[in-house]
Each structure stands twice: as structure tokens, then as C-alpha cells.
């Protein structure tokens, strides 16, 4: 039994005609109907009742119709799951996120996923979360990790919290600012190394700033992390970055918690609605879920 010879025996059964069933199969008649009769010859019975061009099923092809739609779907559907498994070895994912997340999150979840499917490029595309907003909606990545809330108006995405993570103060080795908890009604008065405009960090720092009632003072703005973090080891001013930043950016850095109930971001894996990700792209974030549940239950233990 074949599985072409039961698609043929399907397509009959669901027209009741010989001629139509062979074009919905693109074969010509005459070819439908030897194979159906080796089915019918193999299996021992008739499938059909053939009467003045009247078609009918047998009890026997009643019997076999369900069967045969179902094992056709089973083949469907591992010829799909086994296309995709193969699509893992070649291939890419397009993801975005901020950059103080391709200093502190992206490195070993990237190796992870790197060490499973070392056929598939990963494209790394740095920016803030009203850029990668943008991109998404244009198409132009697959995957994005995004700080929530998503800027207003932002086209319809669907998002997964990954995280929450606490924000701090780094100072140069130099200050001798106490390791106490600080507020940020502190840093009225204090210079500070700022983020450029539409970094999410910067927009975090200046609004709750401008909620403990004062406007924040820079001494240098307009940099990325890297070029951030350099400035405050050159002693430049302090700066609010995210705890995991913080803890990988070497002992060359006084790292001071937020006094509670400090400021917190949240993360969000985000990619668009009305398109599903490619298959890369899902096994990317499972990887990033993974990872994430994987830390939460280490911080339990």
C-alpha cells in the first residue's frame, strides 16, 4: 500500500468521479485508475461500486476512507516537522535588542543556541526599543528584545516578559561615594554620563529623576554602553546601568544599589503578530525561555 495510491483512492472518494479525482491529483485518468485497482487488488476488496458511471464506496472503502485521511495527514505532518528539523542546519535569525542586552544577556543564551544549530547565522542588530519596534513592523527582524512598555502607538506585536531586572549606580574605582543603598533623590546635583536620546535607559534615569523633583545633571551624553561605562571609569561622572551590565563589567567599577523601591525595566521577547517567526527564530527563543526559567529556578534553590 502507497501513500500516492491512497491520496488517488481519497480524491475518488471525496468527488465520486474517476476524471475529476484525477485532475485534482495531476495525473491522467487512466493512470488513477490502475492504481486504484492494485489497491483494491492488494487489499482483497472492492473499494467502489462502479454502476453506469455512478460512483459509490463499498463497505470496505468506508471503512478505509477515515483511515486513509488520517495516515495521509500523519505523512503530511511529518514530512513538515522533519522539512523544518532540516531547515535548522542552514539558515538565520534576525534579532534585535538593546545594547546593554548584547552586553548582559545575549552572550550565553547566542552560545547555546550556536553550540545546537551551528548552521544557522545569527544577525545582531543593536538599537533602542522604539527602533527595533520599527524594524519589526517593517520585517526587517524576526525576534526582538524589547523593555516594556512598548512605545506608543507600536504596531501589533506579540511580546513574552522574559525578565525584570534591577537598575544601578556605577561610579569609577576612584569615588568614594559610600556602597550604601542611594537613592535617587541622591543624584540631585551629581554629574552624570548619559545615554543618547531614544536609549531606554536614558529615558528611565531622566523620568524618574524628574519624579523625585529635580533635573539631572551630565557631564558627557550621547554614548552607547561600551562608550558609557569607559566614561565612568575615566572618572567622568556616575551612571545608571542594569545590574547585569553592572556585574559583567569587571571589578574596575564601584557597583551601588538603588534604595527601594529603586527602578526596575522589564524585558519582553517580541516579534509580530500577524506573521509567525521562522522556524530558527522559534527554536532561538525557546533557547532564550529556556534559559531564563532555567536562572529562575538556580535563584530559588
Known amino acids: 500500500?502507497?501513500?500516492?495510491?491512497?491520496?488517488?483512492?481519497?480524491?475518488?472518494?471525496?468527488?465520486?468521479?474517476?476524471?475529476?479525482?484525477?485532475?485534482?491529483?495531476?495525473?491522467?485518468?487512466?493512470?488513477?485508475?490502475?492504481?486504484?485497482?492494485?489497491?483494491?487488488?492488494?487489499?482483497?476488496?472492492?473499494?467502489?461500486?462502479?454502476?453506469?458511471?455512478?460512483?459509490?464506496?463499498?463497505?470496505?472503502?468506508?471503512?478505509?476512507?477515515?483511515?486513509?485521511r488520517r495516515i495521509l495527514a500523519d505523512a503530511d505532518t511529518a514530512r513538515h516537522e522533519v522539512q523544518e528539523l532540516a531547515q535548522l542546519r542552514r539558515g538565520r535569525v534576525r534579532l534585535g535588542a538593546t545594547p546593554s542586552l548584547c552586553t548582559g544577556l545575549l552572550p550565553e543564551v547566542l552560545r547555546d543556541f550556536h553550540a545546537l544549530h551551528p548552521g544557522i547565522r545569527l544577525l545582531i542588530e543593536e538599537g533602542g526599543s522604539h527602533d527595533l519596534v520599527r524594524e519589526l513592523a517593517r520585517g526587517s527582524l524576526d525576534l526582538a528584545l524589547v523593555v516594556l512598555p512598548?512605545?506608543?502607538?507600536?504596531?501589533?506585536?506579540?511580546t513574552v516578559e522574559l525578565l525584570q531586572e534591577d537598575l544601578v549606580v556605577v561610579t569609577s574605582p576612584a569615588s568614594k561615594e559610600p556602597r550604601r543603598p542611594v537613592r535617587i533623590a541622591d543624584l540631585q546635583g551629581e554629574p552624570l554620563v548619559m545615554f543618547r536620546h531614544g536609549y531606554d535607559l536614558r529615558?528611565?534615569?531622566?523620568?524618574?529623576?524628574?519624579?523625585?523633583?529635580?533635573?539631572?545633571?551630565?557631564?558627557?551624553?550621547?554614548?552607547?554602553?561600551?562608550?558609557?561605562?569607559?566614561?565612568?571609569?575615566?572618572?567622568?561622572g556616575a551612571a545608571v546601568v542594569p545590574s547585569m551590565v553592572a556585574a559583567r563589567a569587571g571589578g574596575d567599577l564601584r557597583v551601588t544599589p538603588l534604595a527601594r523601591p529603586g527602578l526596575r525595566r522589564t524585558i519582553a521577547l517580541a516579534?509580530?503578530?500577524?506573521?509567525?517567526?521562522?522556524?530558527?527564530?522559534?527554536?532561538?527563543?525557546?533557547v532564550l525561555l529556556d534559559s531564563r526559567a532555567d536562572d529562575e529556578r538556580r535563584r530559588r534553590v
Open 1 to 68: 500500500m502507497q501513500l500516492q495510491q491512497l491520496a488517488y483512492f481519497v480524491a475518488v472518494a471525496e468527488t465520486r468521479h474517476f476524471t475529476r479525482a484525477a485532475e485534482r491529483v495531476h495525473v491522467s485518468q487512466p493512470s488513477l485508475s490502475q492504481q486504484i485497482r492494485a489497491l483494491e487488488k492488494e487489499l482483497g476488496a472492492d473499494l467502489f461500486a462502479r454502476a453506469r458511471g455512478n460512483i459509490a464506496l463499498t463497505d470496505a472503502g468506508e471503512a478505509l476512507l477515515p483511515l486513509a
Open 150 to 158: 512598548l512605545p506608543s502607538p507600536s504596531p501589533a506585536l506579540t
Open 203 to 236: 529615558e528611565l534615569t531622566v523620568a524618574a529623576c524628574r519624579a523625585a523633583g529635580f533635573e539631572p545633571s551630565f557631564t558627557v551624553e550621547g554614548g552607547e554602553m561600551d562608550a558609557v561605562l569607559g566614561f565612568v571609569r575615566a572618572g567622568l
Open 271 to 286: 516579534h509580530r503578530s500577524d506573521v509567525a517567526p521562522p522556524r530558527a527564530a522559534r527554536e532561538l527563543q525557546r
